[in-house]
């Protein structure tokens, strides 16, 4: 697995993902529930969507680094 698939394209930080960090695939991750904001997804370059998940921060569009996000 690689690096690129564990941290969050938007902001570079651990994206907190069950899945991306399981050898086979999980029943429960915080974004399986989680609403993803399409002008995040949108704002993405090309190459970089569908990569790796987003952490929880950026996937509600917070700005990077921001903590109000919680995993779920």
Known sequence: ??????????????????????????T???CFAAHIEPSVLDSLPAELRNRACLCPSCAQALPPGDTEATAR
């Open 1 to 26: 697995m690689s690096a690129q698939a564990l941290t969050c394209p938007r902001c570079g930080q651990p994206n907190q993902c069950a899945q991306a960090n399981a050898q086979t695939p999980v």
């Open 28 to 30: 429960h991750c915080w």
